[in-house]
DNA sequence: AACCCTACTTGATGTAGATCAAGAGACACC
DNA sequence: GGTGTCTCTTGATCTACATCAAGTAGGGTT
């Protein structure tokens, strides 16, 4: 039942690094040089595998670790005080989770494999060592969580501000410039999550995601078929996603 | 009328400082000891005052500065693309500010002082460097930051589920703890801000606000006159806020 | 193939809160 | 004291989206 969670074998010879990663330029090591990034790869569990559903960490449980997505995505989500289930953020490969609860004892969120994800894992005690002797690194953190704060703003202001039709074109732009830093088609995609994250997430019911989608459909903006996405009219989206009409 | 904030004499015998201010155990000198505090007591620009609207700093422009409120209140909003403000947060005493913009060189929201105002003035660059050497301090701006993407998820979560009253019931019920850290009533205080700034923070128009404080009042949940609030019924607001009334 | 189960779509109706419109205080400035 | 400018309140109407209610694919299991 438990998420079984296959240990690597680190052989001297194949073993990975951030050296050797492809998503070094988007991830940790950004940072650093490649003496600094010795230091990082010695602290850092890599190939955690989680599959569909398998929560990587759980909201209120000790706080330990970050997680590096290698591939794969992640959800991460507060359970409200109503009871509720409220997703805070998807992570994609080269994106850190868990600094919601960094310099806390305790996890604010919950987070859980979108599909089959391979991660790496940052002790948070060996990583605030490790900071302290890398300035760089420091910086990096401080840019990584500033970052995660404006995500947030951002995803209020579209709450508070924004129609059913700017959210969902919004997301599918972010999703986008997502895939093309990982140099990946920004315009042929597949969608990580269920329309039922995709409606959590932006504050709407299924029934609307559903809804804007083939709307977008029909005005010729996108073609979807199930979880695979095509932008067509890229400039539009765009467009639509700024909102505010009248301006 | 505005409350008057006499202006603290710096002579040589009175030098104000982190060890002598009554915010010490809420700001950042909370995370360390006596010695520490000096070397923090050195990079900061004490007493800067503004008044009421007046800008603590503006968005886009370079990020040189994290400012610490000793007293009045302060607001951070974002222009959005579509050119309309959202206020993103109010900072009041004890609380850092432009935490958003920490490892960025550019500031990611305005701030202006919602009454006078009186601030610290923390310059980034040195605080970078005494993080560097201070292990407590780190820590405890970790802890501050991922403090604020909490605050900003919840956010976030008041904006997508709760309907309007549950929002000012949550508002209102933050305000007063915040006034209780600082041994003032959690139960009679002054807004610092509009009815504007709240409806545009929470997400409502100013008349839906205007209207759940008159509910409010004809139940007898609060007393208002103005920005003059009374907690009436302390219990019945946090049951509100909590929400989803059928669970 | 027949089954189930979940994800998704489509349609009909209801409602919280926006918007429009118009006062009513409160305060500053001459 | 009057007059303009805000801020706040109250009422009437309108609308985007939720909710309720039925389907209709997919995708796995037997």
Request: glycine letters at 6%; proline letters at 3%.
């Amino acid at each position: 039942m438990n998420q079984s969670i296959p240990v690597r074998q680190t052989s001297s010879l194949t073993k990975s690094s951030c050296q050797h990663c492809s998503l070094s330029n988007l991830c940790l090591p950004l940072a650093l040089d490649s003496d600094d990034m010795n230091r990082l790869d010695e602290v850092v569990n890599r190939d955690r595998i989680f599959n569909r559903g398998e929560r990587v960490f759980t909201q209120s449980e000790p706080f330990r670790s970050c997680f590096a997505v290698k591939s794969g995505a992640i959800k991460t989500s507060v359970i409200t005080e109503a009871g509720d289930e409220q997703i805070t953020g998807f992570f994609m490969p080269g994106e850190l989770v868990g600094l919601d609860s960094m310099g806390d004892g305790i996890h604010a969120s919950t987070a859980k494999a979108l599909e089959r994800t391979s991660v790496c894992e940052i002790p948070v005690e060996q990583l605030e060592h490790l900071v302290q002797t890398l300035p760089g690194l420091q910086h990096h953190m401080f840019h990584l969580m500033s970052q995660e704060i404006r995500n947030s703003q951002q995803l209020s202001v579209l709450l508070s501000k924004n129609t059913a039709e700017e959210r969902i074109a919004a997301l599918l732009l972010s999703l986008s410039s997502r895939f093309q830093r990982r140099r990946l088609s920004p315009t042929h995609f597949n969608l990580p999550m269920a329309r039922n994250d995709i409606a959590n997430f932006l504050g709407l019911a299924v029934e609307t995601v559903s809804r804007v989608f083939t709307r977008f459909q029909n005005q010729g903006l996108i073609r979807a078929k199930g979880r695979d996405i095509e932008l067509i009219e890229l400039e539009a989206l765009q467009a639509m996603a700024i909102g505010n009409s009248q301006t």
